[in-house]
């Protein structure tokens, strides 16, 4: 049975554990959204935990046919997929005596909380940026790369929106694009997703054209939209050495011409059929562990671990707009 963060915290009786998935939904509309299909297995000895799908490419065709003529065919054009399920999350750990004496901040709270907000950003770099033949899984930038729903690739079709200036001129051009932009998908998606540049540059558009609406998330915080589609700043991703945003700014060629400044826009459609999460049979969708310092030992460890990667069932249940100009 599929289910969602929120579903997830309904059966569960530890309040620590119902305290986790909340933090998870509060710093994450992304994870919030998500379907997770908990339906894979391990294998022989527990060694693979892969999920396989048919993921449909090409819709099946229709036509009119004359008397006596048959049709042409055109059958529907599909392939077998799998994702491999990776476990993620980390480890930290307490001195009891710093646990006895943090104070006003609880420490053992404060590390966990911290350790939730890594393990919300490593997924969400993995959504955009992951690849499976590195590390992780494969994520949308992959997924979509030569796509029909990857959309102004090439950076000599570059919009600015560098400046405010830029905003101005070009406001109505960039909404134009998204609204092409999104009638490639297959159905509404449920956010548009990425850096905090370029989100606070597409609602300065929206804004613009009167086109910028607002919503409560389930924890009463302000989400703004366009069509009712939610924008979604991913954050920033800490790699243990830099820091960068999840989406990232990038410098592409044309030509013999450098076009800095550079980014793109992500939209998915949630849903089964479409873009969702995969993960253990039967299992919780998230596992921590607190210190235990009732038992000997003068530093005590805890963590918090998700066992999970995405799935896209339908190539055009997600896209992605290239070459946005933000600096």
């Given at each position: 049975?599929a289910?969602?963060?929120a579903?997830?915290?309904?059966g569960?009786?530890d309040?620590?554990?119902?305290m986790?998935?909340d933090?998870?939904?509060?710093g994450?509309?992304?994870?919030?959204?998500?379907?997770?299909d908990?339906s894979?297995?391990?294998?022989?000895?527990?060694?693979?935990?892969?999920?396989?799908?048919?993921?449909?490419?090409?819709?099946?065709?229709?036509?009119?046919?004359?008397?006596?003529?048959?049709y042409?065919s055109?059958e529907a054009?599909r392939?077998?997929?799998?994702?491999e399920?990776?476990i993620f999350?980390g480890e930290?750990?307490?001195?009891r005596v710093?646990?006895?004496?943090?104070?006003?901040v609880?420490e053992?709270?404060f590390q966990?909380q911290?350790?939730?907000k890594?393990?919300?950003n490593l997924?969400?770099n993995a959504v955009?940026n992951?690849?499976?033949?590195?590390k992780?899984?494969?994520?949308?930038?992959?997924?979509?790369?030569?796509s029909?729903?990857e959309?102004?690739?090439?950076?000599e079709?570059a919009?600015?929106?560098?400046?405010?200036?830029?905003?101005?001129?070009?406001?109505?051009?960039?909404?134009?694009?998204?609204?092409?932009f999104l009638a490639?998908?297959?159905g509404?998606?449920?956010?548009?997703?990425g850096?905090?540049?370029?989100?606070?540059k597409?609602?300065a558009?929206?804004r613009?054209?009167?086109y910028?609406?607002?919503s409560?998330?389930?924890?009463?915080?302000?989400?703004?939209?366009?069509?009712?589609?939610?924008?979604?700043?991913l954050?920033?991703?800490?790699?243990?050495?830099?820091?960068?945003?999840?989406?990232?700014?990038?410098s592409r060629?044309?030509?013999?011409?450098?076009?800095t400044?550079?980014t793109d826009l992500?939209?998915?459609?949630?849903?089964?059929d479409?873009f969702?999460?995969a993960?253990?049979?039967g299992?919780?969708?998230?596992?921590?562990?607190?210190p235990?310092?009732?038992?000997?030992g003068?530093v005590?460890?805890?963590d918090?671990?998700?066992?999970?990667a995405?799935?896209?069932?339908k190539?055009?249940?997600?896209?992605?707009?290239r070459?946005?100009?933000?600096?």
């Amino acid at each position: 049975m599929a289910v969602t963060l929120a579903q997830a915290k309904v059966g569960m009786a530890d309040k620590v554990d119902q305290m986790v998935i909340d933090e998870f939904r509060r710093g994450s509309l992304l994870m919030d959204a998500l379907t997770f299909d908990d339906s894979v297995s391990p294998g022989t000895g527990g060694s693979t935990l892969v999920y396989g799908y048919t993921q449909l490419k090409t819709p099946a065709t229709a036509d009119f046919r004359d008397i006596n003529s048959e049709y042409t065919s055109g059958e529907a054009d599909r392939q077998n997929k799998s994702v491999e399920l990776k476990i993620f999350g980390g480890e930290f750990k307490i001195d009891r005596v710093i646990a006895n004496t943090s104070g006003a901040v609880d420490e053992v709270n404060f590390q966990l909380q911290e350790k939730i907000k890594a393990t919300i950003n490593l997924f969400h770099n993995a959504v955009i940026n992951g690849d499976k033949a590195v590390k992780g899984f494969d994520g949308l930038d992959v997924m979509l790369a030569g796509s029909s729903t990857e959309i102004n690739a090439g950076a000599e079709k570059a919009i600015d929106l560098s400046t405010a200036n830029a905003v101005d001129t070009n406001y109505k051009v960039v909404l134009d694009l998204m609204d092409e932009f999104l009638a490639e998908l297959d159905g509404m998606p449920g956010m548009l997703m990425g850096n905090s540049k370029l989100i606070t540059k597409l609602k300065a558009c929206a804004r613009r054209a009167g086109y910028l609406t607002q919503s409560e998330d389930a924890f009463g915080k302000q989400v703004d939209s366009y069509n009712n589609i939610k924008f979604v700043d991913l954050d920033y991703y800490y790699d243990g050495t830099t820091t960068k945003p999840i989406v990232p700014i990038v410098s592409r060629v044309h030509d013999t011409t450098t076009v800095t400044g550079l980014t793109d826009l992500y939209a998915t459609r949630f849903a089964l059929d479409g873009f969702h999460a995969a993960s253990p049979l039967g299992g919780k969708l998230i596992n921590t562990t607190l210190p235990d310092f009732k038992t000997a030992g003068a530093v005590k460890a805890g963590d918090v671990e998700m066992v999970a990667a995405t799935a896209l069932k339908k190539t055009r249940a997600a896209g992605v707009l290239r070459n946005i100009k933000v600096v």
